[in-house]
């Protein structure tokens, strides 16, 4: 059996497509969904309900999505596009990839409702990371 130290070696070696800093961010990201959850939880597609009665702590692909967007303007501003970019990451679907490698070396897990599919287009990398501002209007006293 592999350690999973060997396992991720062998596992950038094989798919080189990620850096990584981008397994790691994934990571983390999945402990700030934990931490944030009920705030990254983003409504249900049509037709879908987000509920995994058998496991209260599970975080769906939506879910780990906008836990990334949020995270990453956390921790990277301005910059979140471009550092991701730099990773290997520029479309949600990239944030299912680094979940199912690690799934497939036994370093996450999945439930049986879990799919691929869950992190495809979840939201555009164009404008995803890019500042909101609020525009206050000022008060005439």
């Known amino acids: 059996m592999k350690s999973p130290l060997q396992a991720m070696r062998d596992l950038l070696v094989e798919d080189k497509r990620f850096k990584i800093e981008a397994y790691q961010f994934i990571r983390e990201s999945l402990q700030y969904a934990h931490e944030h959850l ?3 939880a983003p409504s249900p597609r049509e037709g879908e309900e987000f ?3 058998s496991d209260p702590n599970h975080v769906t692909g939506q879910q780990l999505c906008e836990a ?3 995270y990453a303007l956390q921790q990277y501003g ?3 596009k471009m550092v991701l ?3 290997g990451v520029h479309q949600t679907s990239d944030f299912g990839e680094l979940v199912y490698n690690l799934i497939r070396i036994e370093q ?3 439930s049986d409702s879990d799919r691929r599919e869950d992190f495809h287009d979840v939201y555009c990398f164009d404008n995803a990371f890019e500042p909101e501002f609020e525009f206050v209007a000022k008060d005439d006293d």
């Open 38 to 40: 009920s705030e990254t």
């Open 51 to 53: 509920s995994d009665e």
């Open 68 to 70: 990334c967007r949020q």
């Open 78 to 80: 301005y910059l979140a």
């Open 85 to 87: 970019a730099n990773w």
């Open 108 to 110: 996450m897990r999945k």
